[in-house]
């Protein structure tokens, strides 16, 4: 069982920064890769990033890349999604996941947290 908690968001300008972390109960957090979602109203969850349990590999959606990093703490049990230059459209729920498997699908993840919110003004 892992459970997971998100914290960092907030309310800031476009072409700003934020810096997402997401703190994990269990032991077993280093075997998990670990992913970032997001969900804005009216819209699906979808993927942003996704981290291997060694960090030896990340994956971004096209949205997010070259903005977006991904990265873990292993010894804290905490993985980060460091987001600069943002723009509106990346206004939205974010979520971290927790997998067997290095995805990007949704249903590859068994536990979720709560989310926490990202607004980015223009």
């Known amino acids: 069982q892992v459970q997971l908690v998100e914290s960092g968001g907030g309310l800031v300008q476009a072409g700003g920064s934020l810096r997402l972390s997401c703190a994990a109960s269990?032991?077993?957090?280093?075997?998990?890769?670990m992913g970032w979602f997001r969900q804005a109203p009216g819209k699906e969850r979808e993927f942003v990033a996704t981290i291997s349990w060694s960090s030896g590999s990340t994956y971004y959606a096209e949205s997010v890349k070259g903005r977006f990093t991904i990265s873990r703490d292993n010894a804290k049990n905490t993985v980060y999604l460091q987001m600069n230059s943002l723009k509106p459209e990346d206004t939205a729920v974010y979520y971290c996941?927790?997998?067997?498997?290095?995805?990007?699908?949704?249903?590859?993840?068994?536990?979720w947290g709560q989310g926490t919110q990202v607004t980015v003004s223009s």
């Open positions: 269990g032991r077993t957090f280093s075997t998990y890769a």
């Open positions: 996941a927790a997998s067997r498997l290095v995805s990007d699908r949704k249903r590859s993840y068994d536990y």
